[in-house]
């Protein structure tokens, strides 16, 4: 079943394109009419994100109940290694539960790991965090920009997220829905990875 309401998390230091990759394609979803139920949300840690280069975004809201949402997707960036640590931000993500679809992308795949969602499982991210996600799955993947275990699916590096947000389109709303959101984005040849 297609998710319908959409939750984005975003922190401080993350990579703006690790968001805005596969957002881009998301929100297309609604405003291309392929199902015009689907909302998205983005959900801070704080009132104000400062990426890493210092742009600030203000979220729709801070630290939000998860319960309301069926799809929940983090971002990548520096950010991720001190939010690992921080117990507040692991806590909150570990209410989304073991039914529900998560999705990462980047180094954001550290940030599901050490809440526990990528036991037993294969994940992607950046090369240069490969050391630190193997403690928290069964294998880390290099040689995929998109890898698919069912409710959690993980991408590589920062220019995956396009990949990622594609894959998402045509996992939860069929190839038809990619292609057309593709052609908009003007992202030719894009092939599911």
Known sequence: M?????????????TLLDL??????LRRIASMAIDSGV????????AEIADEAGLTLKPDSVYEDLSGFDFLYVSGGLGTVALMDNKRA?????TWGDER?????????LFLGRAGYLKDKRAATHHLTADLLRPFCREVVTNRRVVDEGRVVTASGVSS??????????????ADARV?????MEYRGYSPA
């Not at 297609?2 to 993350?14: C, E, I, N, Q, T």
């Not at 909302?39 to 704080?46: L, N, P, S, V, W």
């Not at 679809?101 to 795949?109: E, K, N, Q, R």
């Open 101 to 109: 679809p998560l999705a990462s992308v980047c180094s954001g795949a």
């Open 180 to 184: 057309r959101i593709a052609a908009q």
């Open 90 to 94: 692991i806590d909150y993500l570990k």
């Open 39 to 46: 909302t998205h949300r983005i959900i801070g840690t704080d």
């Open 20 to 25: 805005i990759g596969a957002y881009d394609a």
């Open 161 to 174: 997220s396009l990949d990622l947000g594609l894959y998402l389109v045509e996992k939860y709303w069929g």
């Open 2 to 14: 297609a998710p319908k309401r959409l939750a984005f998390l975003v922190f401080p230091r993350l």
